[in-house]
């Protein structure tokens, strides 16, 4: 799992920015957060704007799964997922939440659809065309994210089936996680 620290002070004592975790390390991050942004996107994590405490990690699409073993991702005051707006992405906050990770999501519900459709595609990252599905379960989701997957995999939707979260301003998410409450400090 590779890793952005996104503390400040951290990263102004020379700290490194980057870093690797693999399956059965122990405790090596350098710090241990007090926000954790999981994102589906690599670019997305490494990236992202300074936060108090923060650590970004690159989700990986579906094998983002392991992230909520993690016991330091576990600890952490605030667990924030940020996908693509489309129904692979919410139901991988579903199975983040499946497995006991206490997450919240991020741009990823019909108000967020609404203000970034204009970054919207209708087809995956193959070239192949997006189109309706039979939703899943999905009991876990919120219902303003629920709302979105449904309409999402809707035969009856015609917008757009996937907002990517790449192309979202990072400042206009770092505005809205640092407005989490997320105090200055580390853990």
Do not use: K
């Not at 996104?6 to 490194?16: F, P, Q, S």
């Not at 970004?56 to 005051?77: C, Q, Y």
């Not at 990823?108 to 065309?129: L, N, P, Q, S």
């Not at 035969?155 to 979260?165: A, L, N």
């Amino acid at each position: 799992m590779h890793l952005t620290y996104l503390d400040h002070d951290h990263l102004a004592a020379a700290g490194r920015r980057h870093d690797v975790v693999t399956a059965g390390d122990r405790d090596c991050v350098v710090y241990r957060p007090r926000l954790v942004v999981v994102s589906e996107n690599r670019d997305t994590a490494q990236l992202f704007p300074t936060v108090p405490g923060g650590i970004a990690v690159e989700g990986g699409g579906r094998a983002v799964g392991s992230v909520a073993d993690v016991a330091w991702v576990r600890e952490a005051a605030h667990v924030v997922y940020w996908g693509d707006m489309d129904a692979d992405g919410l139901e991988i906050l579903h199975g983040l939440r499946a497995r006991g990770l206490r997450v919240r999501s991020l741009f990823m519900d019909v108000d967020a659809y609404e203000r970034w459709d204009r970054f919207g595609v209708d087809v995956d990252h193959h070239g192949g065309a997006l189109g309706p599905r039979t939703p899943r379960e999905v009991s876990l989701l919120e219902p303003a994210e629920r709302e979105l997957y449904l309409r999402l995999c809707s035969p009856g939707w015609t917008r757009h089936r996937r907002v990517e979260q790449e192309r979202i301003p990072l400042d206009a998410a770092a505005e809205v996680v640092r407005g989490l409450g997320v105090t200055p400090g580390r853990r």
